[in-house]
């Protein structure tokens, strides 16, 4: 299994990115994907969830309505839409793998980890 993340920065507050992760050496289609961020000198923070087919989706409170997941299994990508992005959005973001294709939302579900995309959201 390899996930590899891209799309993180230097961006303002107010501005926006959008991640992308790349995955190979599983069947992408069959499994929940999540994002997951870690911001310095702290614990790994759950972010967002998409269930194996694209249909259902669930956000923590501190990115709900501001955040968008998404993904294209054709082309085994995974992605997050940032918009009005925020100080305290600063953190290494991950993506993951679950260990079925429902849209749970505990770390413990998750299998496999990308090595993170830096994002940085300052004047």
Do not use: H
Not at 95 to 108: G, N
């Amino acid at each position: 299994v390899q996930l590899v993340e891209s799309g993180g920065g230097l961006v303002q507050p107010g501005g926006s990115l959008r991640l992308s992760c790349a995955a190979s050496g599983f069947t992408f289609s069959s499994y929940a994907m999540s994002w997951v961020r870690q911001a310095p000198g702290k614990g790994p923070e759950w972010v967002s969830v998409i269930n194996s087919s694209g249909g259902s989706t669930a956000y923590a409170d501190s990115v709900k309505g501001r955040f968008t997941i998404s993904r294209d299994n054709a082309k085994n990508t995974l992605y997050l839409e940032m918009n009005s992005l925020k100080p305290e959005d600063t953190a290494v973001y991950y993506c993951a793998k679950k260990q079925s294709p429902k849209p749970r939302t505990s770390l413990d579900e998750d299998d496999y980890w990308g090595q993170g995309t830096q994002v940085t959201v300052s004047l």
